[in-house]
């Protein structure tokens, strides 16, 4: 069976790939209602903070489309309210409100003209997600220097076109790209609690041919000690101006193991994951989630009903920790406040 889009519009409807059946089913939700994107995008059926910059996208423009001026008042205040119910679905990934602001300025010349600020801000949309596909090629382009050929290289979490809705995605493109250079191995972190690179990762690898082992995230020291790990790739939710960078939880971990065995620790993410608004990691949201997911996976279940739980989705990872971040602009390095703000692009430049 061939792999739907990530996400797409299609006949004034989002659809979208639903990420919790994977690997085993492959299903497609049929969003017709802003509060059917933002329940996928809450429960996780779309993550990774390009796909969420996409999903923002596409929820704005189909609150546009399905504007009633009867029940939601004024056109601009209707997609006031949107945009922020949509950002704040999660909190962490920047992409996620930055791209559902972009598209709903798309309107503004329009005033109270639906039926055109509508068309306007799918136009606008779609313009997003063409060049979140340019950039990231660009981006793996870039990376894929970085790895010599035979490299093994460990990855935590997600960062392919799941995560990225663009390419070979972020991290993982950037593999993709040292594979097709010079063939590079893989060791997966399961990425604990739900378990994006037991479920995610190693699918995305399978259908493109590149070896991999799956490991549990405890073992990652192990084989960093063993000397089997030359590199350490992820991607990023948010990166602050001073590049702090704030991804799934576990990455600050590999980052202070790759330090302890001087591994270089690098990571992918276009500019728009870059929040220049945000001085440093410190200033970051750190998501919440609920208990259940730790307590168990799916039907499963390996603690108390009521075990206390602390469920923190994302940490941060110190600039000092981190040897280079690439973008679809080049490879940056510290000192990062200068080299990513040299990069720093004004929002017409995006959906140019």
Not at 15 to 33: F, G, K, S, Y
Not at 38 to 57: D, F, H, K, S, Y
Not at 80 to 87: G, H
Request: a negative charge; proline letters at 6%; charged letters at 20%.
């Amino acid at each position: 069976m061939a792999v739907p889009p990530v996400i797409e519009w299609r006949d004034g409807a989002v659809r979208i790939l639903d990420q919790r059946r994977l690997p085993d089913a492959i299903e497609v939700l049929h969003c017709t209602e802003v509060a059917q994107v933002m329940e996928a995008i809450r429960t996780l059926a779309i993550r990774g903070a390009p796909a969420l910059g996409v999903a923002g996208a596409y929820g704005v423009a189909l609150g546009a489309h399905r504007y009633n001026a009867e029940s939601d008042g004024p056109f601009a205040d209707h997609l006031d309210r949107v945009v922020e119910d949509i950002a704040g679905t999660r909190p962490t990934a920047v992409n996620l409100g930055w791209a559902a602001r972009i598209v709903r300025a798309a309107a503004e010349p329009h005033g109270e003209d639906a039926e055109a600020g509508a068309a306007a801000v799918l136009e606008r949309a779609q313009a997003l997600v063409a060049d979140n596909d340019r950039r990231h090629d660009q981006l793996a382009a870039h990376g894929a220097g970085l790895l010599a050929p035979g490299a093994q290289v460990l990855h935590h979490c997600n960062t392919g076109p799941l995560a990225t809705g663009a390419g070979f995605g972020s991290a993982l493109g950037v593999i993709q790209a040292a594979h097709r250079q010079g063939k590079v191995s893989v060791w997966v972190n399961e990425t604990r609690p739900l378990l994006q690179g037991a479920r995610l990762t190693t699918w995305e690898l399978d259908q493109w041919g590149i070896p991999y082992t799956l490991i549990t995230d405890s073992m990652a020291g192990h084989f960093m000690q063993r000397g089997v790990v030359d590199a350490v790739v992820v991607g990023a939710d948010r990166i602050a101006a001073n590049g702090d960078v704030a991804n799934k939880i576990g990455t600050y971990t590999m980052a202070q193991l790759a330090r302890a065995h001087g591994l270089p620790f690098i990571v992918a993410a276009p500019m728009s994951t870059i929040d220049f608004e945000t001085a440093t990691g410190d200033d970051i949201p750190i998501e919440e989630r609920g208990a259940g997911e730790v307590r168990g996976h799916g039907a499963a279940r390996w603690a108390p009903g009521d075990a206390p739980v602390a469920n923190p989705a994302f940490d941060v990872t110190p600039n000092a920790l981190v040897s280079a971040i690439v973008t679809e602009r080049g490879v940056a390095r510290a000192p990062y406040t200068t080299t990513l703000a040299a990069w720093h692009e004004p929002v017409e430049a995006v959906v140019a």
